[in-house]
């Protein structure tokens, strides 16, 4: 089935590929019946989007975890800052605004779970066998290491995990993502599946 999205997805703010979003999609809807789906990074929701027209066809749901207040590339003076998503009030960056926007023009709030909290805190208590995980949330090797630690265990077997932002070669993108597929490839836990653009992907055995 090719998704079928509620909003025309150029209009969301965000960092993913057609291809990858495609793909999320397609390994969202496989593993509904295995258990919940969950994502670390959700910005302004385009990941979100594909994700959660997924779950929906399947009465499913996604956890969207995000505290966001972004990384470090999206902070006043750095490259990927967006001055529309700066909260000069208490001077921090702040997407969860445009975030429920997006979430309510794509009707997803019935499917889509927000949790504003930094990835390490929102697992301290988690215990939902989970269908699918998500990892694009903070780039740096201790972010990407916390995420992996944080998520990976709480995915059944035959569930997916999803690792965003690979770049094999160090000149073309940071390492973290990276380092974390590399440990769940070596981890012996996971059937690796061909990478689609930066997204790579594995199924738990
Ligand atoms: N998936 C999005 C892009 C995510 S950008 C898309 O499709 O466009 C990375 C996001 O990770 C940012 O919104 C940032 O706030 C969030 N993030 C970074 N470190 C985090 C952490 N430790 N806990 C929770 N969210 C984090
Ligand atoms: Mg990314």
Redesign the pocket.
Known sequence: MPPVLPVDINTVKG??AEDEGEALFQHCLATAALGPCLEV?S?CGK?TIYLGAAAKTRNNIVYAVDHHRGSEEHQLGEAYHDPDLYDSGVKLMDSFREFRINMRKADLEQTVVPIVSPSAVASRHWATPLGMVFI?GG?SWEAALTDYRSWVTHIVTGGILAI??IFPDPSKGGQA?YDIWKLAKASGLFEELPMVN?LGLFRRV
């Open positions: 960092f993913l990074g910005y990941s694009d780039h965003h932002d993502p930066t």
